[in-house]
């Protein structure tokens, strides 16, 4: 579940006017973080930016105790092998590789793929199982609509915004 210091997806109107209202000006870097956010809105919805996916953008399904799994010290992510441990790690990669925080399959049906926010069960989106797109939602700036959609530390990584801790 996100956390307070999660940061949510915005307008691009509202990103540049909270923006500039705390820099009072445009420096490069200022600049460089709109463009960004600007290419990150852009994008176009998959599957795999909210769930893990496979390379064949096909649904992982949770290894058993992976939370636990996850929460020891020396699986950080950083490993690329454990032996015994390969489905944990291609989980964990892939879910590194989402966009967005905190959202659940609903339904895994033969051509469609529902999904929810866990901390909303408002925000649902669905999937065709054809391309892993969204029929309703072209791309990310879609998604501005929900009044809660949070970020990923992957997600902020691309736009360049420091993760508060």
């Not at 463009?35 to 096909?58: E, H, M």
């Amino acid at each position: 579940m996100p956390t307070e210091a999660s940061h949510k997806l915005i307008p691009m109107t509202d990103f540049v006017i909270e923006y500039y209202s705390n820099e009072g000006y445009a420096d490069l870097q200022t600049l460089r973080l709109m463009k960004n956010y600007a290419n990150f809105l852009r994008q176009t919805l998959t599957l795999g930016q909210f769930v893990p996916v496979d390379s064949k953008g096909n649904v992982l399904k949770e290894p058993k105790n992976y939370t636990s799994w996850k929460s020891l010290e020396h699986n950080d992510g950083k490993r690329d092998e454990t032996s015994g441990f390969e489905e944990y790690i291609q989980y964990q990669k892939a879910e590194q590789q989402c966009l967005f925080e905190g959202f659940t399959i609903a339904y895994n049906g033969y051509s469609v793929v529902r999904i929810e926010a866990s901390y909303d069960s408002a925000v649902e989106l669905s999937f065709n199982k054809s391309d892993m797109m969204s029929p309703a939602f072209p791309d990310v700036e879609a998604l501005t609509i929900f009044d809660e959609i949070f970020l990923s530390a992957n997600a902020l990584k691309l736009i360049g915004i420091k993760k508060r801790s």
